[in-house]
T-cell receptor, first 113, second 117 residues
Framework: QQQVKQSPQSLIVQKGGISIINCAYE??????FPWYQQFPGKGPALLIA?????SEKKEGRFTISFNKSAKQFSLHIMDSQPGDSATYFC????????????FGKGTTLSVSS | GAVVSQHPSWVICKSGTSVKIECRSL??????MFWYRQFPKQSLMLMAT?????????EQGVEKDKFLINHASLTLSTLTVTSAHPEDSSFYIC?????????????FGEGSRLTVL
């Protein structure tokens, strides 16, 4: 059972465009939703995260939109740059000490210059 | 931010040998560490959860006798792949949390790439 579904699998965006990646979750006990960025051969790095008490969070060019009723959340990358080309993973976790993150399958983003 | 260090970053070994990967939290005490496995172009799959001083909890389908996890201190967890085979070749990533109020904010290591010949 896939608890966190992520789409699309891959995405090509022109420089300066908006990249949008979507995730849906099933477990209503999840209440922490981070996005990670991973470059080849490296561990994932936390990009931005949101909790269900807000519907949107923005940090620089990155925005998370959260729809609790639909159990969906998305990452928007504004003014996409070639340096943003990486694999992005959404994840979810319960608000419980020592709980592991459950990851989506990832989206490979390519930003053309 | 907090730093989690893994060593070695890559290792090549012969089939049948055992390999140990270390995961250290450098500037915080990690009450819980997690081990993930990632095959090429795939997601991170949780292998086990390790709490300091207690036995690791393995995910379904992960052989506890093959993937030995030790979390002997609040700053170190080790994963030993015993009798490694080519199908064990993968990218192993650890993550750690101090278990504070911001639960879920995991810090990841840089990963260890294992190649079994």
């Amino acid at each position: 059972q896939q608890q966190v579904k992520q789409s699309p699998q891959s995405l090509i965006v022109q420089k300066g465009g908006i990249s949008i990646i979507n995730c849906a979750y099933e477990n209503t006990a999840f209440d922490y939703f981070p996005w990670y960025q991973q470059f080849p051969g490296k561990g994932p790095a936390l990009l931005i995260a949101i909790r269900p008490d807000v519907s949107e969070k923005k940090e620089g060019r990155f925005t998370i939109s959260f729809n609790k009723s639909a159990k969906q959340f998305s990452l928007h990358i504004m003014d996409s740059q070639p340096g943003d080309s990486a694999t992005y993973f959404c994840a979810a976790a319960k608000n419980q000490a020592g709980t592991a993150l459950i990851f989506g399958k990832g989206t490979t983003l390519s930003v053309s210059s | 931010g907090a730093v989690v260090s893994q060593h070695p970053s890559w290792v090549i070994c012969k089939s049948g040998t055992s390999v140990k990967i270390e995961c250290r939290s450098l500037d915080f005490q990690a009450t819980t560490m997690f081990w993930y496995r990632q095959f090429p172009k795939q997601s991170l799959m949780l292998m086990a959860t390790s709490n300091e001083g207690s036995k690791a909890t393995y995910e379904q389908g992960v052989e506890k006798d093959k993937f030995l996890i030790n979390h002997a201190s609040l700053t170190l967890s080790t994963l030993t792949v015993t009798s490694a085979h080519p199908e064990d070749s993968s990218f192993y990533i650890c993550s750690a949390t101090s278990g504070g109020p911001n639960t879920g904010e995991l810090f990841f290591g840089e990963g260890s790439r294992l190649t079994v010949l």
